[in-house]
């Protein structure tokens, strides 16, 4: 008989995991699903900026507003065109998106790529840039609050274009829909997942279609195209352009939910639908909302809705809202994506987190960060009731987080690929220069709203920071209270420490091989007795988003192959959950000493109370913050999947 190919856990065989299997159709097929489910996730904020950015950029009410005239429209939407041209073709999609770490992107990927490089060589530069995209990481989290309240503000201001009268219900409306949003959360995005890809492609095709339609009124809106508008727009009139920047940079939000989501789409997949439909169709609305305000100056007010057909203007309001919902859904999953990675790197607590899809990597749920952000989103609807009064502070998380994410991409170029120091120079003059110029002239809207992004960031990164000293310091007091594990075990072998071996299994959790865990101490110490087995587990979180199995387990007998003691290391990719019961049912009995078990295994954990002490380790607010931090940590029996009626929690207090 012939020997056939191993199947996967899943049942899958080699035509389904490996593309070069598959045959010529399937592998388009494959490819045309991926293409479709990116649009679905990826674009939608990038995708419904045309509802607001020229709409903002001439609105009269700017504390620098842009009068509108032919040379500055020309302007305008040329300045827009070769933004998104740089930031989002370039930057993005040409350059960033080649900087993964083993397939994931995003500014946490390149954090993790500058943390394993400083471990390895000790540069301080990688120290400074890794916590520049911390802070970066941090802005992502205003970018979240702020995305869903402008974009569905945005969508339902259309209301107003079609009936005045209901002018005053938009801020309810608005409320109700991202109420609805935010409840849905918990049982994800798996089912109504497979309708967003068709919805973003009828909006797409909606929004370009209209642009045509205006750009047949005033075909040569088109010359707009050329860059020397936009250089002598900038130039010419920098007194204008400069300050229009603030709301130019509105064309290019979502740009880094390109380079996130790159993981569970691709490269390949997020390119093809970027150049083939979502930039031209973007780039068609904006050349076709500028032909209709050359028509007529006062359609300014809300030229993406009165580009519309009178006829259409109810079916488009509907489609806009759907795709704004589908925008804000992408960056709240972002928003999880990031707390979750940010967790297993060591800077943020642990939080429960849920999985939403069985066969779906990467669809989660993170409550505590849902109910914060849906009531962070309720605030800025009420306090800024417009998205013209929000768009001021969205800029300044947007540039923030695209200039540290340029910044960090040129490092990486030079220190993973050798790139040549003549050419690394003259891309980062050029492409940091574009967007320090858009962080400027979003500073100049600091007290207009640009303050809370950078609220929220310098927020987000003061937690963050302060965890991640704080959990070092604990980890050093630990230490010295656990004591050497090797000579634990050689006490317990010599019999200076006393104890009566009971049957069964016992599992320690423990953060390495270095000391004792203090449940194993307590209980040897004070109750005298240990388990026939005892595996003591480490679950150590490697800079990669997946760890292949043949590097999964490490087991060490601890200097002796009799005693029933092992210590088993199992290693986890930042994108995957622990799960202590899956992890030692892969366990050879040769390797551990015997047959664990683990059908009625007992697992236990130390869990630490923190004190604040007089040690000079952080600032007295820092010790008060991290403390403070420490009681939203998630069940530790829930987040590594251990049996609670099995689970043995031991208690002990440290001084910070």
């Not at 674009?43 to 609105?59: A, E, H, K, R």
């Not at 370009?208 to 010419?236: M, N």
Request: include cysteine; charge should be neutral.
């Amino acid at each position: 008989m012939a020997d056939r190919p191993a199947e996967t856990p899943s049942g899958e065989g080699p035509a389904t995991r490996f593309p070069e299997a598959r045959p010529a159709s399937a592998r388009r097929a494959v490819r045309l699903a991926l293409v479709i489910g990116a649009l679905g996730v990826v674009f939608g904020d990038i995708g419904t900026s045309p509802i607001y950015t020229l709409q903002t950029v001439f609105n009269p009410s700017d504390p620098h507003p842009v009068p509108v005239s032919t040379q500055n429209v020309y302007g305008v939407v040329s300045l827009v065109f070769w933004s998104v041209m740089i930031i989002v073709t370039i930057t993005y999609v040409l350059l960033a998106m080649r900087a993964d770490n083993d397939g994931e992107g995003g500014i946490m990927a390149l954090i993790t790529l500058l943390r394993r490089w400083s471990s390895q060589r000790g540069g301080r530069a990688a120290v400074v840039l890794a916590a520049l995209g911390i802070f970066g990481a941090s802005l992502f989290f205003g970018d979240s609050m702020i995305t869903p309240a402008i974009s569905v503000l945005s969508a339902v201001e259309g209301v107003k274009v079609v009936e005045p009268s209901l002018g005053d219900a938009v801020v309810p409306i608005t409320a109700v829909i991202i109420v609805i949003l935010f409840l849905v959360q918990r049982r994800g995005t798996a089912a109504v997942g497979r309708v967003f890809g068709p919805i973003m492609i009828a909006w797409f095709l909606t929004i370009g279609a209209c642009g045509v339609a205006g750009i047949a009124d005033h075909p040569g809106i088109l010359r707009a195209l050329s860059p020397t508008y936009a250089l002598s727009f900038l130039f010419g009139h920098f007194g204008i352009a400069f300050f229009a920047l603030a709301a130019v940079v509105l064309a290019v939000t979502g740009a880094e939910a390109l380079y996130a989501d790159m993981g569970h789409f691709g490269r390949p997949a997020i390119t093809r639908a970027w150049l083939f439909l979502v930039f031209p169709a973007c780039i068609l609305s904006y050349l076709g909302q500028g032909a209709l305000i050359l028509d007529d100056a006062d359609n300014i007010s809300s030229p993406f809705f009165l580009l519309v057909p009178d006829w259409g203007r109810w079916p488009v309001i509907l489609l806009a809202t759907a795709a704004t919902v589908i925008a804000s859904q992408a960056v709240i999953t972002g928003a999880y994506s990031v707390t979750s990675q940010a967790a297993q790197l060591g800077y943020l607590p642990r939080l429960r987190i849920a999985h939403t899809s069985e066969s779906t990597i990467g669809q989660i749920y993170v409550p505590w960060i849902n109910w914060l952000l849906m009531v962070s989103v309720l605030t800025l609807v009420f306090a800024f009731r417009s998205s013209t009064a929000l768009a001021f502070a969205f800029g300044m998380a947007v540039t923030g987080t695209i200039t540290i994410t340029t910044l960090l991409f040129f490092y990486v170029a030079r220190a993973k690929w050798g790139t040549p120091r003549w050419l690394i120079a003259i891309g980062a003059i050029v492409l940091l220069s574009v967007d320090l110029l858009f962080v400027a002239a979003n500073l100049t809207k600091l007290v207009h709203g640009a303050w809370l992004p950078l609220l929220i960031g310098l927020t987000v990164f003061t937690v963050m920071t302060t965890w991640q000293r704080g959990r070092e310091a604990v980890t050093a007091e630990r230490a010295r209270h656990e004591g050497p594990l090797r000579a634990f075990v050689d006490d317990l072998r010599s019999g200076e420490l006393s104890a009566v071996q009971v049957p069964g299994t016992a599992v320690f959790l423990n953060r390495g091989n270095e000391t004792a865990p203090l449940a194993m101490r307590a209980n040897v110490e004070h109750n005298h007795v240990r388990h026939e087995q005892v595996v003591i587990l480490s679950i150590e979180t490697e800079p990669v988003p997946r760890v292949p199995a043949d590097r999964r387990i490490v087991i060490d007998d601890l200097g002796y192959a009799d005693d029933g003691i092992v210590h088993v290391t199992a290693r986890i990719g930042y994108m995957e959950t622990p799960d202590v019961p899956g992890t030692l049912a892969m366990l050879n009995p040769g390797q551990t000493e015997g047959q664990l078990q683990l059908d009625h295994a007992s697992y236990f954990l130390s869990k630490i109370e923190l004190l604040r002490g007089s040690a000079p380790t952080m600032a007295p607010w820092r010790k008060r913050l991290f403390i403070a931090t420490s009681y939203i940590t998630a069940d530790a029996a829930e987040h590594f999947g251990l049996p609670r009626e099995r689970t043995v929690i031991m208690g002990s207090h440290i001084e910070l």
